[in-house]
């Protein structure tokens, strides 16, 4: 069912289906026409929230919109983005409860962000003892979401996403891009995600809600911020789509080497982590380094980069790249790197085994 309500400073379109509820703050067709989508998973990506616990989520229920902390360089990126494109569609989605949309709203007015549509999950029904494990549980909240959203784009639309390493987030979209492809049939689907515990009449509706669009995957790029310190080599299984990084410094550089932020940007958001975050010098060191050894930064980016990145300080004047850079002839980069082994997309990916 869909209503229409009026919040303190806007009015937005209110659906519900299933656990999902998705508040719209644009037009639902006003994604329609662009080339690019930006989805961004709020909790312990783009805020620094937690609420694994019932006392957790109890408490992030009454915090303020200024109590609620970015995760570092967050808000000065996003913003970054929407320098490049006053229109940019972004959405958010979080396993918070809908009861927080205003106050999430709020706090995204104060960064100076205006997002397209906010989804949310339907989490205050699980505060049972009986239904406590579904409130960590979202694989099939956020395969959903997801669906909506790709009902909204236009078949030559692609998605740049966020996501964190405390959830199942890489599997989230990896078994996105799959399921959209058919690279997984049917039955091996509803198998996957009956084990990730995904409840049948949500799977179905998954199901459903991709065939209600174009055969077409639209997932191009995610970045998985390194929220609780897993090993980045457990991410190599999803192929090179996916980055594992430490911080906001290091989507920077790839999104600069990728065309959407420009270089003013790349130092804005250097210097809200130095000023705003006590972010060292060694640590802008330490992530150059190692987007420069996987292979993530190419000899023309690095020819624009790290002079201006000395200029300012947050490079050490005598700082080089340890490995030889990948090659590219000029920027944009708008796939992968050129004599890169590891495959972009991997034909298969094996999403119960843990190693």
Known sequence: MAI?????????????????VSFYYAPKEAARKSKYVFIWDLDKTYLDTHFESFSGLIRLIFEKALQKRNVPGTAVLVRALFKSDKHLPIYFISASPPQMQEKIKEKLDLDGITPYGFFSKDNLKNLKPSRWHRLTNHIGFKLQALMEIRLLLSPECQMICWGDDSESDANIYSLFSDICSHRLTDREVISLLGQFG????????????RDQKENFDPLKRVYINLAVDTDPEYY???????????????????????GFIDLDSVLEICHDLRGNYKFKTFQFEQSYTVLCNRKRIADVTDEVL?????????LG??????????????????????NIVRPWVPERIDYLSDY
């Open 4 to 20: 229409f309500k009026r919040s303190k400073n806007s009015r937005y379109l209110k659906e519900q289906r299933k656990d999902v």
């Open 306 to 314: 790290r002079p201006a990145l000395k200029a300012q300080g947050f």
């Open 198 to 209: 995904v409840l049948t009449d949500q799977i179905e509706l998954i199901l459903e809600l």
């Open 317 to 338: 004047p005598k700082f080089e790249p340890e490995a030889e850079l990948a090659k590219l002839e000029s920027l944009p980069l708008t796939g992968d790197l050129k």
């Open 236 to 258: 190599r299984r999803y192929g090179r789509r996916l980055m594992a990084v430490d911080n906001s410094f290091e989507v920077a550089l790839d999104l600069f080497q990728r």
